[in-house]
Structure formats: structure tokens, C-alpha cells
């Protein structure tokens, strides 16, 4: 009787641990596409479009990621962006080994690449930067910096994903998750505070989503970034369906614009 119930047991257990390990997102290989509107009072115009993809890396252990974005003929008369993101990202963790951004924003140019290397809890990348601003004739090369932190540390783009797989369905509202995020210059604090479900409206269709909300400090808590919201989809895919940033008239927000399954 008492194997029985050991036998009985030990198939609950191995069941419940392959539908867990079912559940638990992936990365796929996956083009994820958006429109980015601009939005002010009854204003709510197409500003841009943006695609993130993925695709196998050289490493087994890693998938790379594109990020490219681009605005709008109209928006370029006021700010052009065309940025480019890139990077090599483990399939389980989330980390990223490599991080290059690609920017030219209002006329400027900005070019970083981050080396990320791992001992126990502690994180290192090694950041090296070229600038040229709008007046200047020549790219140059400014300082290298090392940035360093202890715990779980990204950059936008790894965080993307990392978003993605953390399972809300088990979070209470309000509940929230910490990581540290690097970019060239920069050593933030993101945190990612669970706000609960809400419907989300895609070509007058509602798809139920999990919101959060980002907050970005510096060292001593200080507000270092505006805030930004996320609605990621609910269904096993878990796309992010809309992002939302202000702007100091209006706000911007980013649309998926692919098929929904």
C-alpha cells in the first residue's frame, strides 16, 4: 500500500512538474512588429514603427536579438530617429553576454557596445562609447567605463524578454521585481511593479493583459528616467501588446501591430 501510494505520489509530482515546465515561457524565434503613435487630446498619429527579433546565436546556450526603429516621414522633419539595438542573450536566464546600441536621434549619433562577463553574484561590463553630436563633423571616441553591480542585471534589450517570462499569474497586485540595467553611460535600477490584468484594444478587438509599470532610479533612489507602462498579453506567446511613455505635451504609444493567434 505504502509503494502504492509512493508509485501514486511520485506520477503526481512528475506530472505537475512537466505542466509547470510547459507553462514557462521561451524565447521563440519570433518577429514582433509596432506602430508608434503619438497621442494629444483628439491627436493620435502614426510617429514611427519599430520591430524586435530573434534568431539563433553561435552559442547554443544564447539566441541574438534586433530591436530596429525608425520615425515617421513626417516626424523627421522634426526629430529623425533611426536606432538599432543588438544583442546576444542566454536562453534561461535572460542575460546577456553582448549589448550594442546604434542611435541617431534629432541629428546626433550615438554608438555603445557592452562586453558583459559573470562571477557569482557580481556583474561587470565593459562599456566602450562614440559620440557625434549634431554641430560636429567627426565621430569620437569618448571614455570607457566599467560598470558594476550585484544581482540580476540587464540592459533594455535583455529586459524585453526578461519582462516577458516573469509570472504574473502567481503575483499579487502591487508586488514588484528588481534588476539593475546598464547602458553606456548609465547604471540604473529598474524596478517592474505588477499592476494586475486589464483588457487591452486591438482593432476594436479586447485582449486580456498583464500590466506593469517601470520606474528608473540612480543611486539614492533618484528619479533617473520616465516612467513607462506595459500590457503584455496574457495567451503562452506573452507579447507586450502596448507600451506607454509621456512626453511633456502628449505621450507616445507603441502598438503590436503583428496577427494575433
Known amino acids: 500500500m505504502k509503494l502504492k501510494l509512493i508509485i501514486s505520489t511520485t506520477i503526481l509530482l512528475t506530472s505537475l512538474f512537466t505542466i509547470a515546465a510547459a507553462e514557462k515561457w521561451t524565447v521563440p524565434e519570433e518577429t514582433v512588429t509596432y506602430d508608434v503613435m503619438y497621442k494629444w487630446g483628439l491627436i493620435n498619429k502614426k510617429a514611427g514603427s519599430a520591430s524586435i527579433s530573434t534568431y539563433p546565436d553561435a552559442s547554443p546556450k544564447e539566441f541574438r536579438a534586433i530591436l530596429t526603429a525608425s520615425s515617421a516621414p513626417w516626424a523627421d522633419k522634426f526629430f529623425m530617429v533611426r536606432d538599432t539595438l543588438k ?11 553582448y549589448y550594442e546600441k546604434i542611435a541617431h536621434e534629432g541629428g546626433a549619433f550615438d554608438h555603445d557596445i557592452l562586453k558583459y562577463t559573470r562571477s557569482g553574484n557580481t556583474v561587470t561590463a565593459q562599456a566602450n562609447m562614440w559620440r557625434k553630436r549634431k554641430k560636429e563633423t567627426e565621430i569620437r571616441r569618448i571614455n570607457d567605463m566599467t ?5 540580476l542585471t540587464m540592459d533594455m534589450l535583455s529586459a524585453f524578454y526578461y519582462m516577458r517570462q516573469i509570472p504574473y499569474a502567481t503575483m499579487n497586485k502591487g508586488e514588484s521585481v528588481v534588476l539593475n540595467v546598464f547602458s553606456g553611460k548609465k547604471k540604473e535600477t529598474l524596478t517592474i511593479h505588477y499592476q494586475g490584468t486589464e483588457d487591452v484594444e486591438l482593432d476594436k478587438t479586447k485582449y486580456p493583459a498583464y500590466h506593469i509599470t517601470f520606474t528608473f532610479t540612480t543611486a539614492g ?3 533617473s528616467s520616465d516612467n513607462m507602462d506595459a500590457w503584455i498579453s496574457t495567451a503562452p506567446e506573452r507579447i507586450p501588446l502596448l507600451l506607454e511613455g509621456k512626453l511633456p505635451v502628449g505621450k507616445v504609444r507603441a502598438l503590436y501591430s503583428g496577427p494575433m493567434k
Do not use: C, L, N, V
Open 147 to 151: 560598470h558594476t553591480a550585484e544581482g
Open 221 to 223: 533612489g533618484k528619479t
Open 87 to 97: 544583442g546576444s542573450i542566454d536562453k534561461t536566464s535572460f542575460y546577456p553576454s
